[in-house]
């Protein structure tokens, strides 16, 4: 666990609401000088350096007030950090309740070199009465010194893996969670999720929100075999590849860039996946932040729409 660099991570996020306003100065100092922040994933703009980093944090700044940030939870290595987070605030005057999902990395000097943001962008959209494909209002700006349009995780772009060195498990949790990700597949053409592996490893009475915040909320081996044998039906080329990974005796976070084939349409997507281990070592509780504005846009496919004609 990195103590000092969960410290960092909360002194940042704690100057978002110094006295009811974003204290600037203290935001920019967690930084380190050549930071790199993504407003959101997988597509935001990236803001890079703290010339480009002040001048987001005055602009959002104008709009942006009464903001209360809690940490739900956290994990950490010695230069990572994910942190799950309720976020509360107006925005333009309208209140905007987000669910949020953060990968921090930091350097030698627990100073921020890159903050990535996961939440999901439909219910951040109808929240703040902003289309999905503007949610941060810088997605129009053609070139703006400081601002970077490459993704800072690169896609799958098929099931192979990723063009990049990928997380190897740090200690017993991890391994069991990533052993737990294999078993939903290979990336191959003919390789399934291994119903009977896959519900083992989960607790008789886990839960799996498929994502946050308004995702189905699947509860118990019976339910979670249906759900996965549900899926099966419209998904394959199923592979998770695991980016980043945080743990402690009994959560292990997980920030993924996937592969999957959905109603016949190459769907790659990024993640952060957390997972509540029980006394037993098996999942309890599985929940993933994931865009489904992106999501929805690859598959053709409305989240909600699929579910309730699948499951009518």
Not at 72 to 84: F, H, N, P
Not at 149 to 167: N, Y
Request: charged share 25%; with cysteine.
């Amino acid at each position: 666990m990195g103590v000092r660099q969960e410290d960092a991570v909360q002194e940042m996020l704690a100057a978002w609401s110094s006295n009811g306003a974003i204290d600037i100065d203290r935001v920019v100092q967690g930084f380190a000088d050549d930071a790199r922040w993504t407003l959101y994933m997988p597509d935001g703009p990236t803001l890079v350096g703290h010339d480009a980093i002040r001048a987001e944090l005055e602009r959002q700044a104008t709009y942006i007030s009464a903001i209360e940030t809690e940490i739900v939870l956290v994990a950490s290595s010695d230069d990572m950090v994910i942190a799950e987070r309720h976020d509360r605030f107006m925005r333009h005057g309208r209140p905007v309740e987000r669910w949020v999902a953060g990968a921090f990395e930091l350097n030698a000097e627990s100073r921020i070199t890159a903050w990535r943001d996961y939440f999901d962008g439909l219910d951040f959209a109808r929240q703040a009465g902003v289309s999905p494909d503007r949610l941060s209002g810088l997605e129009s700006l053609d070139a703006q010194p400081g601002l970077d349009r490459r993704p800072p995780v690169p896609e799958a772009t098929d099931g192979t893996g990723l063009s990049m060195a990928l997380h190897a498990p740090q200690g017993p949790q991890q391994a069991f969670v990533e052993a737990f990700c294999e078993a939903w597949g290979d990336g191959t053409p003919t390789s399934r999720p291994d119903v009977d592996r896959i519900i083992a490893m989960m607790a008789p009475d886990a839960e799996w929100r498929l994502w946050v915040p308004g995702g189905p909320l699947v509860e118990g081996r019976q339910a979670l075999a249906a759900e996965i044998t549900r899926q099966i039906a419209y998904s394959g080329h199923n592979r998770c590849n695991t980016v980043h990974a945080v743990s402690n005796a009994r959560v292990v976070i997980q920030e993924r860039s996937d592969w999957a084939v959905l109603v016949g349409r190459p769907c790659p997507h990024q993640m952060i996946a957390i997972y509540e281990l029980d006394d037993e070592g098996l999942i309890v509780r599985w929940r993933e932040y994931i865009n489904m504005a992106d999501l929805d846009r690859k598959r053709g496919v409305k989240a909600e729409v699929a579910h309730v004609e699948i499951i009518a």
